[in-house]
């Protein structure tokens, strides 16, 4: 099994460019997470979803939106980027314990 | 509310034990704990649930005071593979799973 996948690694944002990062995982699992981490920081939740078609703020969710259509998909869209959204951005799937991606690190310049 | 972990940091020599803290202002389904080394995703250590239960690694224990909404967890004997940055993430009823500020150790020979 893969676990969770995302994409892209790396990515270089123009301030004021959209993205999006995609994340998908093949366990079928019905609750998904995105996180952003700052150098040395924690793990900040920017939002969350319990199942195929519902979604829920974490606790930075400005500047962000998300879409839940597929159990598998969950990706996160940044609109407008700033240079404050300059982070690693992880992705997780959770069955008793949260399956991490490999983590995306994002710069905004 | 984020959860507050202490200490923020701690230096062991190999052999020494450790304990980190972690309490919440909600009531929580369940507290998780991770380790995290630079440039890496979270590892999972230990999920404890409302009730009681507990899963997670062999060489790590930890603690859950439900009235409280505090946990612990105890590293024994340490080694210099247990260097890293720990959290607590705490999960709500309903999946909201945030994490602590972390906590950062170091193992030193």
């Known amino acids: 099994n893969a676990g969770v996948t995302q994409t892209p690694k790396f990515r270089i944002l123009k301030i004021g460019q959209s993205m999006t990062l995609q994340c998908t995982q093949d366990m079928n699992h019905n609750y998904m997470y995105w996180y952003r981490q700052d150098p040395g920081m924690g793990l900040k939740l920017i939002y969350y979803s319990v199942g195929a078609g519902i979604t829920d703020k974490g606790e930075v969710p400005n500047g962000y939106n998300v879409s839940r259509s597929t159990t598998e998909d969950f990706p996160l869209r940044l609109e407008l980027a700033a240079p404050s959204q300059t982070s690693v951005y992880f992705c997780?799937?959770?069955?008793?314990?949260?399956?991490f991606g490999s983590g995306t690190q994002l710069s905004v310049l | 509310q984020q959860p507050v972990q202490s200490p923020q940091a701690v230096i062991l020599r190999e052999g020494e034990d450790a304990v980190i803290n972690c309490s919440s202002s909600?009531?929580?389904?369940?507290v998780h704990w991770y380790r995290q080394k630079h440039g890496e995703a979270p590892v999972f250590l230990m999920i404890l649930l409302k009730g009681g239960e507990q899963k997670g690694h062999d060489k790590i224990s930890a603690s859950f005071n439900e009235k409280k909404q505090q946990s612990s967890l105890y590293l024994t004997a340490s080694q210099l593979s247990y260097s890293g940055t720990y959290f607590c993430g705490t999960e709500t009823p309903g999946g909201k799973l945030i994490f602590g500020q972390g906590t950062e150790l170091s193992v030193k020979p």
């Open positions: 997780a799937s959770m069955y008793e314990k949260l399956f």
């Open positions: 909600k009531a929580l389904y369940s």
